[in-house]
């Protein structure tokens, strides 16, 4: 059957705290380019704009959290589409942990949490926040995904630690080519475990990283030696076909529902992160600030911790993001 994937990122701009990239895929019973995801599921699932009445709320992360709301409604949204995917596994992960999550999802090189001491700290149970009325909203989407044959095929993604995105940028030579690079690795992984490369036909919904308007070079990525035609280039959209698939990148391309939920996934895994981070250094500096890892907030933090830091022998590559 076709699929429809969605690909997006949280935490590019900071300087602290890993960079999460993430993606979900379905599969649907018509074409793809006609298939609205949010209309299909009109009855139990709502995006930002309409108005709250009892609905699941699936949008693009920035407008279902922010730190005064705290992490309930992105984490609600997020465990829903844990609950649609696969047989059995996706309930191991809701009532679990925060390893256990990354574990289960996370599609990367192994070992993706040794070296960082803050992610040996106890272990963050999950859900956060109770969840009362998880079950319901999973059952209506998953009645509602059985009446039109849909189905949450994967849900996947990676977290890319500060060492290890610095040393992509070495290769790359900016952080813009490493974040579509990494996009279109963890793309591939999705494509191969649905065995889409093999000719399923196939729409990626991804934002557009950035300023960038040619992705052609970074299509290889997952394409192998596939013939690659350029649809559309510009700066609301650009578009490519490579046998089955065809690649969108969009300005605000979390409209589209497969979009809007991998941005919710891949900052529900920064804030787990970012929460173990601060929790590990609040133990070590009592009384010491939290941090969200932006630039600016980023550099306050650092000093702050500089000198514990150099005694527990944490060196700066392991912490500290240079772009």
Partial sequence: MPLLIGIDEAGYGPNLGPLLLAATVWEIPGKPADTDLFQQFSEVVRDADAFADGRL???DSKQVYS???GLAALEMGVFA???????????RVVTSNFHTLVRALHQGPTGVLEGE???????????LNPLPELTEHFERWSTCCQSRGITLRHIAFDL????RFNALNSLTGSKGRSLSELSLRLLRTCLESCHAIEGVETLVLADKHGGRNRYHEFLPFCCDDAFITCLEEGAQRSRYRAGAIEFRFETKAERHLPTALASMVAKYVRELSMRLFNRYWQSQIPGLKRTAGYPLDAV????EIASRQCELLIP???LWREK
Avoid: N, T
């Fill in 81 to 91: 589409g844990l609950r649609l995917w696969g047989d059995g596994g996706p309930e």
């Fill in 160 to 163: 890319v630690s500060p060492q």
């Fill in 300 to 303: 306050r933090f650092r000093r």
């Fill in 57 to 59: 709320l699936i949008a």
């Fill in 67 to 69: 730190p005064s709301q």
């Fill in 117 to 127: 001491p803050w992610y040996d700290q106890s272990e963050l149970l999950l859900p």
């Fill in 316 to 318: 700066d590559e392991v």
